[in-house]
């Protein structure tokens, strides 16, 4: 596929960077992900890490059928990446226990699919506006379409962390699998953990879009992300795609 791309990651403010990211880009599809640990220590660093090195080794297998069933197939997809995030956990239990977010997405010529769990988000802008982004599985998220707070206040909502979704190794994904139209020439696709998006404001991601703009403004954005943040910068992840 003709893409461009560009991904970045940074620990912030904290010692360590739980997020991790993979990608494949080759002719026939394109396939990303961004997962965000959540855990205490190194725990949610092997969480976010092992679940997409799991992910990412199983594509072929399932790219192969994703025509029989798109959603299907990515059901079966994630729940086979947690039996092999189980192997990769072996012997550490206590590790087994950490969580992650996930934000994947899959393109070919005919489609889109995407999976997400918890509050790293994937969002599909064009030039002008943004089309959508995936819901987050969050406290805040149930306020928003309860319409108790707005968009904008979901970032600084004090249960901003609390999730109603994961991915653990010890039980099935509950993913949110969604197929859409294919990717049309223009389209940006932005992927990202919560330390992104809690600070870049709608108009910002439509300057992601613009045709003009690309590295550099992502990479301008994800430092204004961590300043933003007032020395409390969570880790920040984003992967940016456009046809």
């Known amino acids: 596929?003709?893409?461009?791309?560009?991904?970045?990651?940074?620990?912030?403010?904290?010692?360590?960077?739980?997020?991790?990211?993979?990608?494949?880009?080759?002719?026939?599809?394109?396939?990303?992900?961004?997962?965000?640990?959540?855990?205490?220590?190194?725990?949610?660093?092997?969480?976010s890490r092992f679940f997409c090195e799991a992910f990412i080794k199983l594509a072929e297998l399932y790219v192969k059928r994703i025509y029989e069933n798109p959603s299907k197939i990515m059901a079966d997809w994630l729940d086979d990446s947690v039996f092999e995030m189980q192997r990769l956990f072996a012997g550490d239990s206590a590790a087994r226990k950490a969580h992650t977010t996930c934000a994947i997405l899959y393109l070919d010529e005919t489609l889109t699919l995407t999976a997400h769990c918890g509050d790293s988000r994937i969002y599909r802008i064009n030039p002008h506006e943004i089309l959508w982004r995936t819901r987050d599985h969050s406290v805040p998220q149930q306020l928003v379409d309860e319409g108790e707070i707005t968009d904008a206040e979901m970032a600084h909502h004090p249960?901003?962390?609390?999730?109603?979704?994961?991915?653990?190794?010890?039980?099935?994904?509950?993913?949110?699998?969604?197929?859409?139209?294919?990717?049309?020439?223009?389209?940006?696709?932005?992927?990202?953990?919560?330390?992104?998006?809690?600070?870049?404001?709608?108009?910002?991601?439509?300057?992601?879009?613009?045709?003009?703009?690309?590295?550099?403004?992502?990479?301008?954005?994800?430092?204004m992300s961590v300043l933003r943040a007032n020395g409390k910068s969570d880790n920040v992840t984003v992967q940016w795609v456009r046809m």
């Open 1 to 47: 596929m003709q893409l461009q791309f560009c991904q970045l990651t940074s620990a912030g403010d904290r010692e360590n960077n739980q997020d991790y990211m993979v990608h494949i880009i080759n002719d026939d599809y394109a396939l990303f992900v961004v997962a965000d640990g959540l855990g205490g220590h190194s725990d949610g660093e092997k969480a």
């Open 159 to 223: 249960e901003q962390n609390q999730l109603t979704r994961s991915i653990n190794a010890l039980r099935m994904p509950d993913a949110e699998i969604t197929v859409y139209p294919a990717m049309t020439e223009g389209e940006t696709f932005i992927l990202c953990s919560d330390g992104f998006w809690e600070t870049i404001k709608q108009e910002e991601f439509v300057e992601l879009a613009q045709l003009q703009n690309g590295k550099q403004e992502l990479k301008k954005l994800a430092r």
